[in-house]
């Protein structure tokens, strides 16, 4: 059977944010993957592949051509499959322990990157200002391997979240204290900031603690860490300690 006009129409519009927000849809694509989504809560809407023998009990499935395959994914080197998921409608219990927020990360790479951070430190809710990219971005999809499916993201004004919580709230910063040397409660929000910018300034005048993550090389030149990489070591930096 093949793709027709407004199947591969939809897929490919589904890779702009405006069309996943209207259609309340989303594509994952690859075996792994798409299996994490159809063994968790997520709703499948319709799945595509060129051998179904990889998902035998599952329904809605179309077999499609390599060529089909090949026009429909928005990957380099396609695999196998693409599947189309509702979106779920989520809401936000805080809950104790660490709270990680993002404030404008608009790399997909690295938002994929942290969500499997959260996954990997046992943290089920990520906290994203509005302007941070979005989580069904195709590309975050993918990075996250799957994580998503354990890791609600919630995006909301992060002033307003900020204000009303009683928890601790740290800045990641260059000039701030010593992570290593710095004692770390159990109930905080840990905030990382743009990649090019770092934490916007509306934010930063609302957090109480400022860490950082020193640099030991001799030549002291690294500009910056990356926010994923910088994310990793903090997160198990609170792990380690609580």
Same mark, same amino acid.
């Given at each position: ?53 990889? +998902?035998?009990?599952?329904?809605? =499935?179309? *077999?499609? @051509?390599?060529?089909?395959? #090949?026009? &429909? ?80 993201? +919630?995006?909301?004004?992060?002033? =307003?979240? *900020?204000? @009303?919580?009683?928890?601790? #709230?740290? &800045? ?71």
């Amino acid at each position: 059977m093949s793709l027709s006009k407004n199947q591969l129409k939809l897929i490919t519009s589904l890779r702009k944010k405006k069309y996943r927000v209207t259609s309340n849809l989303f594509i994952a694509e690859g075996i792994k993957v798409v299996n994490e989504f159809l063994e968790s809560d997520f709703e499948l809407e319709r799945l595509f592949c060129v051998d179904a023998s990889h +998902f035998k009990n599952c329904e809605n =499935v179309t *077999l499609i @051509s390599e060529a089909d395959l #090949k026009k &429909a994914s928005s990957l380099s080197t396609p695999n196998n499959v693409i599947a189309i998921f509702k979106i779920p409608v989520t809401n936000f219990i805080e809950n104790e322990g660490l709270v990680l927020a993002l404030d404008e990360v608009n790399d997909p790479g690295n938002l994929g990157t942290i969500i499997r951070l959260c996954d990997w430190f046992g943290i089920d809710q990520l906290i994203c200002s509005k302007d941070t990219v979005d989580c069904y971005n195709a590309k975050v999809v993918q990075a996250s391997m799957g994580s998503l499916t354990r890791v609600a993201v +919630f995006y909301t004004d992060l002033k =307003v979240y *900020l204000k @009303s919580t009683k928890k601790a #709230k740290y &800045a990641t910063l260059m000039d701030g204290e010593n992570v290593y040397k710095t004692t770390l409660p159990k109930e905080a929000v840990l905030v990382m900031g743009n990649e090019a910018n770092g934490i916007s300034t509306p934010i930063l005048n609302l957090l109480d603690n400022a860490i950082s993550i020193p640099r030991f090389g001799n030549l002291q030149q690294t500009e910056s860490l990356n926010v994923a990489t910088a994310t990793a070591i903090l997160l198990s930096e609170f792990k380690r300690t609580n």
